[in-house]
T-cell receptor
Framework: DVKVTQSSRYLVKRTGEKVFLECVQD?????MFWYRQDPGLGLRLIYF???????EKGDIPEGYSVSREKKERFSLILESASTNQTSMYLC??????????????FGPGTRLTVT | AQTVTQSQPEMSVQEAETVTLSCTYD???????LFWYKQPPSRQMILVIR??????QNATENRFSVNFQKAAKSFSLKISDSQLGDAAMYFC????????????FGQGTRLTINP
């Protein structure tokens, strides 16, 4: 079974702190994604990566950065956390083989509260 | 830009009955994928069903089926013989075939099953 794990289920941080959210997948997937989930807005893509050290902005990258130093690990970084970044963060991964669709597998999510 | 709209924030159905969740989308592409994802309470998001736009036949997975109307840009999910375990948030999603596997999600519909 594909497994996508996230470092924390719940996280509370203060405004201005630097926050790291970690995601690890164990199926040698090339693609990894970070989404943000908010009520009434669904999931919105923050960043994604299709290879080690490669990254592309999604729809809402402002205030976030990412790091992918190893194939299995994709980190989301909030350089200076703000209250409007309080949200559920979901990581996902998938195979990449050209145009063929491969299912995205999701992690359990990290509920981040910034106070 | 592609958008996905789920106009029903909440739905409820009696156990063993049938329920239909609505989804519309906007795109200028002719080839794409459509998906329904399920997010049970406090559990990971999983793929329920997918549809390739070039296929005229509606996808079916056991009790789950879709009504794909390409001209109308409509993609509804029908759940037959509803079970208590079907209670979840359901998200409709879209992605183009070529290029990065970015998913665009709708706002979600919370489905409640009444015993």
């Amino acid at each position: 079974d594909v497994k996508v794990t996230q470092s924390s289920r719940y996280l509370v941080k203060r405004t201005g702190e630097k926050v790291f959210l970690e995601c690890v997948q164990d199926m040698d997937h090339e693609n990894m994604f970070w989404y943000r989930q908010d009520p009434g807005l669904g999931l919105r893509l923050i960043y994604f990566s299709y290879d080690v050290k490669m990254k592309e902005k999604g729809d809402i990258p402002e205030g976030y950065s990412v790091s992918r130093e190893k194939k299995e690990r994709f980190s989301l970084i909030l350089e200076s956390a703000s209250t409007n970044q309080t949200s559920m963060y979901l990581c996902a991964s998938s195979l990449h083989r050209g145009p063929i669709d491969y299912e995205q597998y999701f992690g359990p999510g990290t509920r981040l509260t910034v106070t | 830009a592609q958008t996905v709209t789920q106009s029903q924030p909440e739905m409820s159905v009696q156990e063993a009955e049938t329920v239909t969740l609505s989804c519309t989308y906007d795109t200028s592409e002719s080839d794409y994928y459509l998906f329904w994802y399920k997010q049970p309470p406090s559990r990971q998001m999983i793929l329920v069903i997918r549809q390739e736009a070039y296929k005229q036949q509606n996808a079916t997975e056991n009790r789950f089926s879709v009504n794909f109307q390409k001209a109308a840009k409509s993609f509804s999910l029908k759940i037959s013989d509803s079970q208590l375990g079907d209670a979840a948030m359901y998200f409709c999603a879209y992605r183009i075939i070529q290029g990065a596997q970015k998913l665009v999600f709708g706002q979600g519909t919370r489905l409640t099953i009444n015993p």
